[in-house]
């Protein structure tokens, strides 16, 4: 055997090792480098083996074996291609007998060195491990000496002779070692990466970390501290490393580093309870709490110690906030307007502020350690139990109860429990009793105002913003709707768009409600709407109602489509009221004027009894005083004629008197009417003259007209009144003038009529002027005493010229004569242009011829119907009879032919009125003239209107009654 090959190829095997190592150092692990270089080394180490042959006998045989199962089992499947393909590319080109055994023994080597890498590689390192490697190594040799087999037989012996032995002596044993000595350098390098790596990972935890780390041995020289330990001590990185004792506790007089020592030799560990103090650049103190860890040795001696130090600055600077703002409640907690209670998780008091003992009446001593039950009676806690259950859940709690206070009164309280930290429970208390006496009574008021507002029997709404807040049941009844329909809506939403005036709901609402907002009462009628468009006519009324802060209105809604519909009923029945009203106030007022008519014609009765006794007693004292006379003794004949011209005086005076009175009373009682004739001024002026031209011839008094009125004038006016008036005028004037003339003139002046009587008699002195109006007053004078009269004529003219609306003036002069001025508007009717001349004809009639006329007097009394049948005889006249009215009518009915009627007007049975008219039914040719005894105006126009022409009056005179009856008698 050849040494040469063997030191070949164990130098190979060295330099292999080398290599591999290298790479491996290099790149760690099974990384595809790795795995390309090992290949390439332990192809070219097999390559190099395989050109050194150990043994050169027919077949060549080295040590590829070796390297090629080593390459696989190490460098994997990627190592063992590369190296096999190596290989057996150079086995082919030696070429040679052995070729196709050589290959044979390359894809051996490379096939069971990955089975093996694939079976054991990833095993720990035991014998047993080493065990199955070496016994792989052995079939791996075995199979190679198999393949010997292979080999033509010729060289088979002295193969077998020469390879047998070795192969599966030596090859084994280098293999085997060869795997060892990878096996053991590759685990030696990953201990190595292994410990680099924790070293690594200990060095950036130590240095990142938050605390402060130092290391120190037992002579207290530091060994190792972190950046942030430099960076406390303000030692600058890299400086020689100080002392330990040095920097931490200094000035700290209840701890040092001896007493560290010997706590850590103790308890292996120490913990400081006080906190360290640095100051940092500026100056601002770190507070730091260390905590030191012995490292001891195998023989638990202490070598070093690490202690780690916590930034506790921060937790400082809240727990000083944290003291502050304890003291800072705890004063809250005494001035706390609310009892507070702090109870243990057993339920005992443990803490109770001022209020607190305040509200229970307890004292300190009384209540601190005492449970919470002792403030609550057994009742009240069945009826409002503790919920520990939901305190427990950390909610918190708050319930109304009765508290018993020490002396045993109750007290009305909200409490507010909560679970505190630490188990324990705090209870707040208010005092409730006032605002539950508020309540009560709220809640009471509340039902009465509910109760109220129910059982109102007008709908009521609470409105709120224009909206339906709250309303009653007989609001639902009225508008036909469900309550949740008509809460929230707005008034205008249940009306028509627009109201009766034509405004809109909307803008009219609002409008009232606003009036209510502002503390008016609005009142109004209103038109809703209920189901099926219903209108419903409501009168409402609107006030505020304020509860607290907030305003409310109340609508109260009154239903008057009823009434309305009543309404027109009402208005004519009130129609019909009023008219009844107005009636019976016309009633009334004619009543009223009735009783001052009867007051005043009663005052005028009680005066004219007492002014009329002397007047009325004078004139019959004189009549009955001459009658007597005349009786008693035989007179001549001339005496008896004196007497009996005495009583005829005396009865004319008595007769005017009275005539005077009447008309004077009924002037005074305005009992007198102005009535409206149409007559010619011409025709009342010649009545006049008539009239009294026979008394102004006998006292040889000039008469004379004066006619100022330019045309024919026709007027209207009271004909009578004017008659009357200006006769008493021209009779005084007649009177008052002894000689001379008296002129009577009339005019226009203006839109009244003048009527002057103008006489040359004794006149009126300025003093008497004002005087002769007043009633009864007559001028001292021998004429007036002479010429009789009643002093009442004047007084009735004025009384009748002022009821005409005009005035009566006088112009006189003692001696003289006087002008008596009638001014009196009277209407003008007609103004003919044509100036009739005024006929003034001798009125004076002495006697009439009557022979042949059949004349009807018709008169009750029979002393007038003598001295009227005696006046007609006379005449010679045929004179018939009748007593009352029927009669006449009778006679007429029997075809009496009769040429004139004289009828008195008041007759019994039928009044000549009512006979009149029944005689111008049967013949309306008859001439009727009426007696009458005063001139009544209502009897005249009455008389007028029956048809009867022309009256006398009673008494008669007998020239008027010949005047009269001329006329129709010719
Ligand atoms: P009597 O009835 O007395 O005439 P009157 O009222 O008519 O009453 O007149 C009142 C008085 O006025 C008369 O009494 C008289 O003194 C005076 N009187 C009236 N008219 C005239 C007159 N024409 N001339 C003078 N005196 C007159």
Same mark, same amino acid.
């Given at each position: 055997m050849n040494l040469i090959p063997i030191l070949n190829t164990l130098s190979f095997l060295i330099v292999l090792v080398l290599l591999?190592?290298?790479?491996?150092?290099?790149y760690y692990k099974e990384t595809a480098s790795y795995q390309v270089f090992s290949g390439v080394l332990f192809g070219l180490i097999a390559v190099l083996s395989m050109l050194n042959p150990i043994f050169e006998t027919t077949i060549i045989f080295d040590g590829r074996s070796i390297v090629l199962f080593i390459g696989s089992y190490f460098g994997g499947f990627v190592a063992a291609l590369i190296a096999g393909v190596m290989s057996i590319t150079v086995s082919i080109l030696l070429g040679g007998e052995g070729v196709t055994v050589g290959v044979l023994i390359i894809t051996i080597s490379i096939i069971i060195g990955l089975i093996s890498r694939t079976l054991f590689f990833s095993e720990p390192e035991t014998i047993r491990k080493r065990a199955k490697i070496?016994?792989?190594?052995?079939?791996?040799?075995?199979?190679?000496?198999?393949?010997?087999?292979?080999?033509? !037989?010729?060289?088979?012996?002295?193969?077998?002779? &020469?390879i047998s032995i070795p192969v599966l002596l030596i090859f084994p044993v280098i293999t085997y070692f060869l795997y060892i000595l990878i096996d053991q350098h590759q685990n030696q390098l990953r201990l190595r990466r292994e410990y680099q790596r924790v070293q690594e990972n200990f060095r950036q935890l130590a240095e990142n970390n938050y605390n402060y780390l130092v290391r120190f041995d037992i002579e207290g020289d530091i060994i190792y501290q972190n950046q942030k330990f430099i960076d406390l001590c303000n030692l600058q990185s890299g400086r020689n490393r100080g002392k330990i004792n040095e920097i931490l506790f200094v000035g700290n007089s209840t701890i040092n580093m001896d007493i560290v020592f010997s706590q850590i030799n103790a308890k292996r560990r120490y913990l400081s309870d006080s906190e360290d103090i640095f100051v940092d650049k500026n100056n601002n103190p770190i507070y730091v709490i260390w905590s030191f860890e012995g490292v001891f040795n195998s023989n638990n001696r202490l070598e070093d110690v690490i202690a780690s130090g916590i930034d506790v600055t921060e937790r400082h600077r809240l727990q000083m906030a944290l003291d502050n703002s304890e003291s800072h409640l705890s004063s809250i907690f005494d001035l706390a307007a609310d009892a507070i209670l702090i109870g243990n998780p057993q339920g005992q008091i443990i803490r109770a502020n001022q209020r607190a003992y305040e509200l229970t009446g307890y004292k300190e001593n009384e209540l601190i350690g005492k449970s919470i039950g002792i403030l609550f009676s057994k009742e009240e806690l069945e009826r409002v139990p503790f919920r520990y259950d939901l305190l427990n859940q950390g909610l918190v709690v708050r319930s109304e109860r009765y508290l018993t206070r020490m002396d045993g009164s109750l +007290?009305?309280?909200?409490?507010? +429990?909560?679970?505190?930290?630490?188990?324990?429970?705090?209870?707040?208390?208010r005092d409730s009793s006032e605002r539950k006496k508020y309540e009560d009574e709220l809640?009471?008021?509340?039902?009465?105002?509910?109760?109220?507002?129910?059982?109102? =029997?007008?709908?009521?709404?609470?409105?709120?913003d224009y909206k339906v807040l709250e309303? #009653?049941?007989?609001?639902?009844?009225?508008? &036909?709707?469900? %309550?949740e329909k008509l809460i929230g809506l707005s008034p205008w939403e249940f009306s028509p768009r627009q109201q009766k005036g034509r405004l809109y709901s909307n803008a009219l609402a609002i409008k009232y409600i606003d009036i209510a907002l #502002?503390?008016?009462?609005?009142?109004?009628?209103?038109?809703?709407? !209920?189901?099926?468009?219903?209108? @419903?006519?409501?009168?409402?009324?609107? #006030?505020?109602?304020?509860?607290?802060?907030? %305003?409310?209105?109340?609508? @109260?809604?009154k239903d008057i489509s009823e009434q309305k519909k009543n309404l027109l009923l009402i208005a004519d029945k009130e129609s019909m009221l009023i008219e009844k009203n107005k009636k019976l106030s016309e009633i009334n007022n004619e009543l009223k004027a009735a009783k001052i008519k009867a007051e005043e014609s009663d005052k005028l009765k009680s005066a004219f009894l007492a002014n009329m006794s002397h007047e009325i007693r004078t004139p019959l004292n004189g009549i009955l005083g001459f009658c007597e006379l005349l009786k008693g003794k035989e007179l001549d004949n001339e005496k !008896?004629?004196?007497?009996?011209?005495?009583?005829?005086?005396?009865?004319?005076?008595?007769?005017?008197?009275? =005539?005077?009175?009447?008309?004077?009373?009924k002037i005074e009682a305005k009992q007198e009417t102005l009535h409206q004739d149409i007559f010619r001024?011409?025709?009342?002026?010649?009545?006049?003259?008539?009239?009294?031209?026979?008394? !102004?011839? #006998?006292?040889?008094?000039?008469?004379?007209?004066?006619?100022?009125?330019?045309?024919?004038? +026709?007027?209207?006016?009271?004909?009578?009144?004017?008659?009357? @008036?200006?006769g008493n005028i021209i009779n005084n004037a007649l009177k008052f003038t002894q000689n001379g003339s008296i002129e009577i003139i009339y005019r226009q002046h203006g839109e009244k009529f003048q009527f002057l009587v103008k006489d040359t008699g004794i006149g009126i002195s300025e003093a008497d002027i004002s005087k002769i109006f007043e009633r009864f007053r007559q001028i001292e004078t021998e004429l007036g005493k002479s010429s009789g009269g009643t002093g009442l004529g004047l007084a009735i003219c004025k009384s009748l010229v002022e009821l005409m609306g005009g005035n009566i003036k006088v112009q006189s002069e003692v001696g003289k004569g006087s002008v008596f001025i009638v001014e009196v508007p009277l209407i003008v009717e007609a103004c003919e242009a044509n100036n009739q001349k005024l006929v003034l004809e001798d009125p004076i009639i002495k006697t009439i011829n009557l022979t042949g006329k059949k004349i009807l007097i018709a008169e009750d009394e029979a002393v007038n119907m003598l001295l009227i049948k005696s006046i007609l005889e006379e005449c010679n006249a045929t004179v018939f009879e009748a007593f009352n009215g029927l009669e006449v009518v009778d006679l007429v009915e029997k075809g009496l032919t009769i040429d004139l009627i004289i009828m008195d007007i008041k007759m019994p049975k039928l009044n000549g009125i009512e006979a009149a008219i029944k005689v111008f039914e049967m013949n309306a040719n008859i001439p009727i003239i009426a007696l009458t005894a005063y001139a009544m105006h209502q009897e005249i126009h009455a008389i007028r209107q029956a048809g009867i022409k022309d009256i006398v009056t009673k008494p008669i005179d007998t020239n008027d009654l010949f005047f009269v009856m001329n006329k129709y008698l010719g």
């Open positions: 591999h190592d290298f790479i491996l150092r290099r070496l016994a792989s190594i052995i079939i791996l040799h075995f199979c190679i000496i198999l393949t010997l087999l292979l080999i033509p !037989a010729g060289a088979k012996q002295e193969i077998g002779r &020469e +007290t009305f309280i909200e409490m507010n +429990t909560k679970r505190m930290p630490k188990g324990t429970y705090s209870a707040i208390i809640r009471a008021g509340e039902e009465r105002y509910r109760t109220l507002f129910e059982s109102a =029997n007008d709908a009521i709404l609470l409105l709120k309303c #009653n049941q007989k609001a639902l009844e009225l508008f &036909e709707i469900g %309550k #502002n503390g008016d009462v609005p009142h109004f009628e209103w038109e809703h709407i !209920a189901s099926k468009d219903k209108i @419903i006519y409501c009168e409402i009324k609107l #006030n505020l109602v304020e509860i607290g802060q907030e %305003k409310f209105v109340q609508a @109260i809604i !008896a004629q004196i007497f009996i011209h005495v009583i005829e005086k005396s009865s004319q005076q008595l007769l005017e008197l009275i =005539n005077d009175i009447i008309d004077l009373s001024l011409d025709d009342l002026i010649s009545d006049l003259y008539n009239l009294y031209f026979p008394s !102004a011839t #006998n006292k040889n008094l000039k008469l004379t007209v004066t006619k100022e009125v330019p045309n024919s004038v +026709t007027v209207m006016g009271d004909l009578l009144k004017m008659k009357q @008036i200006l």
